[in-house]
């Protein structure tokens, strides 16, 4: 089992950038790989981006496509989310989560068995 949390939410003008971070305890984190979700008010929980066990293999949602990049630390047991020109449309809860299949990026959320209890980003007009 693994433990995570989230953190480096916040507000922020459009056009600006945060960086989110994962911290993950518990079962070897290299063991996991790793996604960042969202959930906006009203909304289903969506695919942002994905890492695979080593960072080699990586993959985004389109809408994040160039704006966001995907990192992990496996020393530091913690994955990154650095996102870049802001949008408001990019308000949302975040959130991390762990898959025990740590070659295999996914963007499904069910593929999913570990998450964090999220952190909210708004991004202001």
């Known amino acids: 089992q693994v433990q995570l949390v989230e953190s480096g939410g916040g507000l922020v003008q459009a056009g600006g950038s945060l960086r989110l971070s994962c911290a993950a305890s518990?079962?070897?984190?290299?063991?996991?790989?790793l996604g960042w979700f969202r959930q906006a008010p009203g909304k289903e929980r969506d695919f942002v981006a994905a890492?695979?066990?080593?960072?080699?293999?990586?993959y985004y949602a389109d809408s994040v496509k160039g704006r966001f990049t995907i990192s992990r630390d496996n020393a530091k047991n913690t994955v990154y989310l650095q996102m870049n020109s802001l949008k408001p449309d990019d308000t949302a809860v975040y959130y991390c989560?762990?898959?025990?299949?740590?070659?295999?990026?996914?963007?499904?959320?069910?593929?999913?068995?570990?998450w964090g209890q999220g952190t909210q980003v708004t991004v202001s007009s």
């Open positions: 989560a762990a898959k025990p299949t740590p070659r295999v990026v996914s963007t499904i959320r069910s593929m999913y068995d570990y």
């Open positions: 518990g079962r070897t984190f290299s063991s996991y790989a």
């Open positions: 890492i695979s066990w080593s960072g080699g293999s990586t």
